[in-house]
RNA sequence: AGAGAGGUGGCCGAGCGGUUGAAGGCGCACGCCUGGAACGCGUGUGUAGCGUAAGCUACCGAGGGUUCGAAUCCCUUCCUCUCUGCCA
């Protein structure tokens, strides 16, 4: 969530930076109001309610001394009936910001480039040469399928279209790969977990993936749990409504998850392949930072990925997101994407984001600083997602026939 | 899943429906004491919102209700523990 005193007292300067995520001035101007009308309707109501509060510890001494208390009754009971008429519009007033606020999106650092859509991203830079291929690159599902790596039709028996398996060779790689990715994200400092992959709807609500995108998401009948799109909810979360210590920042995660997507809005994209599944493995990093240190961590996040990327031999290149691309929770985002000579493209494989406060101000992660409680800022990454990279040493390390070779740091985890 | 017990401040632990935001203890911080420490003594020690401030409001797992007034009574719900059942 955003900042609503900020948005009061600036309000200028913040409809314009998100009018660059494309939130309409109007929609911002009713959330001040709101917050306003908020303000006002807790006044009288903590007015009128101090009232009654004074005139009822009266009853207390009236008993006591033996006077009569019908007068005071009478009073109070007048009061008691403007309280809850107050109460009950502040109540309203306190639902109608929440709802509206709950699904602005977060702002965009002043650094992030303007743009309406992911053509207008700015590529950093490129790592790794593409390989030149003297035959034509096939692209992975066939290589999936030829190799036995990969089994799309009885994935879609088993659950439906967009879910496949992995057998043999291809199992073995995507263990291989969760342990490496695992294994070198401890070596970075990230401590590794194991979480739910299943949380509660508050959990969603604090990362930003509820209220507003639920039909992204898989939900459990019956239940109030859904299944996660990503490690970094459960991870984030583990500190909702915590107030940390600043010693203990910051705090490195990683961890493997599988991650669910019903990617509602995705329908005719990457229906081929094992690009866009419902189910996908990830192994994710999740920092929480003190807000001066988490530009630097970003960075050191962003690293991680892309040497996790150089050491698997693949190409790449780093992409600063626009505004306009930039995911609902984050101020700053840069993508991975992985070169595809199946495809000729570069695909994203990893995207690190600085939420700075807007997740922790949902989630209530805080930290004493000093006497001062103050929200934390967290900062959540792939490294990697798991399918995709497969995908990517398919088609990276392809042979004319067919096989696939093996890319030297993963030998021996298979 | 069934039966029972319970959920109070960083922790332990009190709390006849009326100055209880909450006794007492531990812990912690500061001060005194000391050559320095321990002990001892003194003071302080939750969070959030509104307000320049004094202060006001809310919070005793959560949500409703009864009442002039609820940590205390009632209902719902979640969680924990013990026993039984089931199970990897």
Redesign the pocket.
């Known amino acids: 969530m955003i900042d609503?005193?900020y948005l009061q007292n600036s309000f200028e300067e913040a409809s314009k930076r998100l009018e660059k995520k494309g939130v309409k001035q109007e929609s911002l101007e009713a959330l001040k109001e709101r917050f306003e009308r908020l303000?006002e309707a807790?006044?009288l109501?903590?007015?009128t309610?101090?009232k009654?509060?004074?005139?009822?510890?009266?009853?207390?001494?009236y008993?006591r001394d033996g006077k009569d208390?019908s007068e005071?009754?009478a009073q109070?009971?007048e009061?008691?009936a403007e309280?809850a008429k107050y109460q009950d519009e502040a109540?309203e007033a306190e639902d109608n910001l929440h709802a509206l606020a709950m699904g602005i999106p977060n702002f965009p650092d002043e650094s992030v480039p303007f743009g309406e859509s992911e053509d207008d991203n700015v590529e950093i830079r490129k790592v790794l040469e593409p390989r030149e291929f003297d035959f034509r690159p096939k692209e992975h599902w066939e290589l999936g399928e030829a190799n036995g790596w990969i089994d799309f039709e009885r994935g879609v028996k088993l659950a439906k279209s967009r879910f496949s398996l992995l057998k043999g060779q291809g199992a073995r790689l995507q263990t291989a790969l969760i342990n490496y990715f695992l294994d070198k994200n401890i070596q970075a400092g990230f401590e590794e977990y194991a979480v739910p992959f299943m949380v509660n709807s508050k959990m969603l609500e604090g990362t930003g993936q509820l209220p507003k995108f639920e039909d992204d998401l898989f939900k459990v009948s019956d239940e109030d749990l859904w299944l996660i799109p990503t490690a970094e909810v459960p991870l984030t979360n583990i500190y909702h409504d915590e107030?940390l210590g600043t010693d203990e920042l910051p705090i490195l995660m990683t961890a493997y998850s599988p991650c669910f997507r019903r990617e509602a809005g995705s329908a005719g994209r990457d229906t081929r392949g094992i690009i866009r599944q419902h189910q996908f493995a990830k192994v994710e990093m999740v920092s929480i930072a003190h807000p001066d240190k988490s530009d630097e961590i970003f960075e050191k996040m962003v690293e991680q990925a892309s040497n996790l990327l150089s050491e698997l031999g693949l190409p790449h290149r780093l992409v600063e997101l626009c505004s306009g691309d930039l995911g609902f929770s984050a101020a700053r985002t840069i993508d991975l994407e992985v070169w595809l000579p199946g495809q000729g493209k570069y695909r994203e494989i990893s995207s690190v984001s600085n939420t700075r406060d807007f997740q922790a101000r949902r989630a209530k992660i805080?930290f004493?600083d000093g006497?001062?409680?103050r929200l934390v800022h967290t900062l959540n990454g792939s490294a990697l997602a798991v399918g995709r990279t497969i995908v990517a040493i398919m088609e990276n390390y392809q042979n004319e026939d067919g096989t696939i070779e093996i890319p030297k740091v993963l030998k021996k985890y298979l």
Do not use: D, H, P, T
């Open positions: 609503l005193k303000k807790n006044r109501y903590e007015e309610r101090a009654q509060n004074q005139l009822s510890k009266l009853f207390g001494q008993k208390i005071l009754q109070v009971n009061l008691k309280v109540r107030i805080r004493k006497k001062k409680n």
